[in-house]
């Protein structure tokens, strides 16, 4: 039987980010958008821990890249910060009010994302599926990021439910792999009306 609803942040209550935030810090720093674009995941791993700031993060960034005479300018990396942080802010509304809606149907509803300290310093209190949460299980908090199994099964505990009474929904395929191999149900992001196509499908076999 299932008893709770998982949600990933990024990309699935929120809105897929465009790209404008790559391509303003492209012209703030003359380095081509497809640098900030990456995913980083050399120094984004620590940033969504909690270890680094986002400010640590760009100035990493850009050391790697050698530009070091950047990295150096505080003013730039406080603005590059800035611009990561508001390219996730914007909220698909109709991902909040389904998963509002699956809450008020009798569904204990989770939230496990890999998320750093300063979105949440701005965004917990005034995102909805955050406030509404049963548990909400954020990366930087627990230390420990997707697709790490540990972070799962703090998820789990904290909605106090087992891995097969759990749907997770997540844009990535490999934290959805890592879902299943522990049992949850997990379904891959790909838009709110494949969701609910895959939803209906799985309460039938369930």
């Given at each position: 039987m299932?008893?709770?609803?998982?949600?990933?942040?990024?990309?699935?209550?929120?809105?897929?980010?465009?790209?404008?935030?790559?391509?303003a810090m492209s012209a703030l720093t003359g380095i081509p958008a497809d640098f900030f674009a990456a995913p980083h995941q050399e120094f984004r791993a620590d940033f969504d821990r909690g270890i680094i700031d986002g400010i640590t993060l760009?100035?990493?960034l850009l050391e790697s890249r050698g530009r070091h005479d950047l990295a150096g300018d505080p003013a730039l990396l406080t603005r590059l910060a800035e611009l990561e942080g508001a390219s996730w802010d914007t909220l698909n509304q109709d991902v909040v009010a389904w998963a509002l809606e699956l809450r008020r149907g009798g569904l204990k509803l989770g939230v496990l994302s890999n998320m750093p300290h300063e979105f949440l310093a701005r965004h917990e209190r005034d995102?909805?599926?955050?406030?509404?949460?049963?548990?909400?299980?954020?990366?930087?908090r627990v230390?420990?990021?997707?697709?790490?199994?540990?972070?799962?099964?703090?998820?789990?505990?904290?909605?106090?439910?087992?891995p097969?009474?759990?749907?997770?929904?997540?844009?990535?395929?490999e934290n959805i792999a890592e879902a299943q191999e522990l049992g949850i149900h997990g379904i891959l992001w790909a838009g709110l009306d494949a969701a609910k196509l895959a939803w209906k499908k799985l309460l039938k076999k369930t």
């Open positions: 299932i008893k709770a609803v998982i949600f990933d942040y990024g990309n699935v209550i929120s809105l897929p980010q465009d790209g404008s935030d790559a391509r760009y100035r990493c995102i909805p599926v955050f406030t509404a949460a049963d548990y909400a299980c954020f990366s930087c230390g420990l990021i997707k697709p790490e199994p540990e972070i799962y099964w703090n998820c789990l505990a904290g909605l106090a439910v087992a097969e009474e759990a749907v997770f929904f997540d844009d990535l395929p």
